[in-house]
């Protein structure tokens, strides 16, 4: 049971340049979330998508772009790497975006800007 | 804003030792908490949660009581094992807002040796 999927597990990119994260799940869940995770910080959102075909901002959603791509597949897109981006990225999904529903995290991915 | 504190770390104990992890919350009305742990090289795993006041939730020998008069939700276990290693996170979903917006505590790592 694989559940939440990130791809890659590590990346280093140089300043300016663009990167997909990939991330896809296999719950058949409607809601899904992309996390960075900085030290001192906790988790804290970029963006979010309640179901297929809607995504809205989150926390921090400057420098980020996200597509829904079907109801498996969330990417974030990095279009101009800043150094500021270094930092660990979480994908994960729920049920519904209703309160409460669990949040199930993939396994994240270690990306660093030079 | 709503926002999470939970102690600075990182924790050190011995093996069958009490854990108490502090965490406090900043909110309006009632939110739903949650702490979430993070094993070593892995994403968030739901860990308990507690949806009103007074409310326990309990899970894996883990306990946390839902405290308004407090604004208080600390992690507590009887007996640690190694194996309790990991960075633990406190969260809320705010009472206010339709989604499933978690707001993450800066995380406390616990190192449990033998």
């Known amino acids: 049971n694989a559940g939440v999927t990130q791809t890659p597990k590590f990346q280093v990119l140089k300043t300016g340049q663009s990167m997909t994260l990939q991330c896809a799940q296999d719950?058949?869940?409607?809601?899904m979330y992309w996390y960075r995770q900085d030290p001192g910080m906790g988790l804290r959102l970029i963006y979010y998508s309640a179901s297929e075909g809607t995504t809205d901002k989150g926390e921090v959603p400057n420098g980020y772009n996200v597509s829904r791509l079907n109801k498996r597949e969330f990417s974030l897109r990095l279009e101009s790497a800043a150094p500021s981006q270094t930092s660990v990225y979480f994908c994960a999904s729920s049920t519904t975006g209703a309160k409460n529903q669990p949040q199930h995290f993939g396994d994240g991915t270690r990306l660093s800007i030079l | 804003g709503d926002s999470v504190t939970q102690m600075e770390g990182p924790v050190t104990l011995s093996e069958e030792a009490f854990l108490t992890i502090n965490c406090t919350y900043t909110?309006?009305?009632?939110?739903?908490l949650f702490w979430y742990v993070q094993y070593p090289g892995e994403g968030l795993q739901l860990l308990l949660k507690?949806?009103?006041?007074?409310d326990k939730g309990s899970n894996k020998g883990f306990e946390a009581t839902y405290r308004k008069e407090t604004t208080s939700f600390h992690l507590e276990k009887g007996s640690v094992q190694v194996s309790d290693s990991a960075v633990y996170f406190c969260?809320?979903?705010?009472?206010?807002?339709?989604?499933?917006?978690?707001?993450f505590g800066a995380g406390t790592r616990l190192a449990v040796h033998p």
């Open positions: 507690a949806t009103k006041a007074d």
């Open positions: 719950m058949n869940h409607n809601s």
């Open positions: 909110a309006t009305g009632y939110p739903s």
């Open positions: 969260a809320l979903i705010p009472f206010s807002g339709g989604y499933n917006k978690l707001i």
